[in-house]
């Protein structure tokens, strides 16, 4: 990093020199600080790449257990329709009955 030590006309020559000093201040710093601060860049990468990961698993998870908890939801409502066509008059006097018992309980 190479800074501009070009100072309008006039300037006092000692005014020139403390900002010369400046400058090069600065750029020692830099230079002393860049190898931390991509220390902190890479950790910060790593750590986004660790939480994305953790992120996937859990996605991957909770898609399974969708999945699954549809099937699981598609084969009791085949098990019911299977029972209602097999047995229709038990099926209507079984919701009359429920039917009447969450009326006298919700009453």
């Avoid at 403390?18 to 601060?37: F, I, M, N, S, W």
């Avoid at 953790?54 to 969708?66: C, E, I, N, P, V």
């Amino acid at each position: 990093m190479t800074p501009s030590t070009t100072f309008p006309t006039g300037t006092n020559p000692t005014v020139g020199q403390a900002a010369e000093r400046a400058h090069e201040v600065v750029d020692r710093a830099a230079q002393k600080l860049a190898p931390t601060v991509d220390k902190a860049a890479l950790a910060a990468h790593e750590t986004i790449d660790r939480a994305a990961g953790a992120a996937t698993g859990a996605a991957d998870w909770a898609q399974d257990a969708s999945r699954k908890l549809a099937d699981r939801s598609t084969e009791m409502s085949n098990a019911c329709s299977t029972f209602v066509r097999a047995q229709p008059i038990m099926s209507v006097v079984g919701a009359l009955a429920i039917g009447y018992l969450f009326g006298r309980v919700f009453r």
